[in-house]
Every structure is written in structure tokens, then in C-alpha cells.
């Protein structure tokens, strides 16, 4: 699989090792964590990873409002939210910020698989169109 890097954004270190376990499984191999909006806003000023995988309820700064920086400033960042406990309001208000994707907690391995297909997809179609 062509090479991604990967953000990782919960504040769980639980979730963020399940997760980074799964995306290597996936063949990810470029993979950064950060526990608040924060840090996952200083992460992508740094590294621009081509995807984040963002939890919405964090202390700090939560995944909406980082959503909303990164986006910003980082138009070409993909942004996946994920959240177990967020309604209907945050998926609206997510899709309006300019997330990727929303995807429910716990994240299954097919759903992180499916992301990934879906950007190495758009990326083809990109790259075939130019």
C-alpha cells in the first residue's frame, strides 16, 4: 500500500494504541498521536499528515474545534471525526467544518480500511485527472 501518514487524535491512550495497531495492520506505517486538539493542531503544523482520525469530546481543545483549525489551515488534511457519544448535532456540525468522513466509536478495523481505500482512491482519481 502506498504510503500515508496517519494522525491519531483521542484523548484514550487506550483508543489511540488500539487504533495505531490497526493502521499498521492496514500498512500504515507513518502514524502520530496526540491527546487533545491542541497537539493535533501542532502535529499537522509540523508534519501534515494526509489523514486524522479525531475524537470529538476532549479536554482542551475538542475535535470540532480543531476540526475547524486544521481545516483552515490545512485544507488538504483529511479529517475523519469519531465519537461513541456524539449526536446528530455534531455530525451536521462536523460536515459543515469540512470533516472527511464520521465514523462511530468503537472504530472497526473495516472502517478504518474503508477510509483509507476511500483517499488512495480519491488520490488515483486525482492524480489520473491531472
Known sequence: MENISVL???????????????????GITSIYEACDGEEAIEICHVN??????MDIIMPKMDGIAALKEIHQRYPSIKVIMASSTSGLAHLK????????????????????????EKYLDEKSDQTFNV
Do not use: M, W
Not at 14 to 25: A, F, Y
Not at 48 to 53: N, Y
Open 93 to 116: 456540525k462536523s460536515k459543515l467544518l469540512g470533516a472527511y468522513t464520521f465514523i462511530q466509536k468503537p472504530i472497526s478495523e473495516l472502517a478504518i480500511k474503508e477510509v483509507i
Open 8 to 26: 491519531i487524535c483521542d484523548d484514550s491512550a487506550t483508543v489511540r494504541e488500539q487504533l495505531k495497531d490497526t493502521l499498521k495492520l492496514n
Open 48 to 53: 501534515q499528515p494526509h489523514l486524522v482520525f
